[in-house]
């Protein structure tokens, strides 16, 4: 396992991330923000970021929100994506915050009456 920092250009953030974890499971696991959550499965296409430096490995991505054109310009899903060098990455469209809902913990009471 090798470690590579992503590093968010709009802001300058940067995170470490393993070769293991995609680029948004990386940010995701130390609390970081940066890149958009969506479903997490490359169905919503909200993580959607160009690649601007580094390489890596990625998985199939659906055409409906990668086209072959956009992949061939460095736009992947950073939920199909694993650094294989440190990566230098722009949030694809204008929204950069997390769209995910909150999960309560299992096991943890609700408050709600």
């Known amino acids: ?3 590579h920092t992503v590093t968010i250009e709009d802001d300058g953030s940067s995170y470490r ?5 995609t680029l948004l499971e990386g ?3 130390l ?3 940066g890149i958009p959550v969506g479903c997490r499965g490359g ?3 909200v993580c959607k970021v160009q690649v601007l430096s580094g390489s890596y490995t990625k998985r199939v991505m659906s055409r409906e ?3 072959e054109s956009d992949e061939a310009q460095g736009c992947v899903l950073a939920c199909r994506v694993r650094p294989n060098s440190s990566i230098g990455l722009r949030v694809i469209g204008a929204m950069k915050k997390n769209v995910c809902r909150a999960v309560e913990p299992s096991g943890v009471p609700s408050l709600s009456t």
């Not at 991330?17 to 974890?21: E, K, M, N, Q, V």
């Open 1 to 3: 396992m090798t470690i």
């Open 17 to 21: 991330c393993s070769d293991s974890l």
């Open 27 to 29: 940010m995701e696991s």
């Open 65 to 67: 929100h990668v086209s």
């Open 43 to 45: 169905g919503c296409g």
């Open 31 to 33: 609390g970081k923000k």
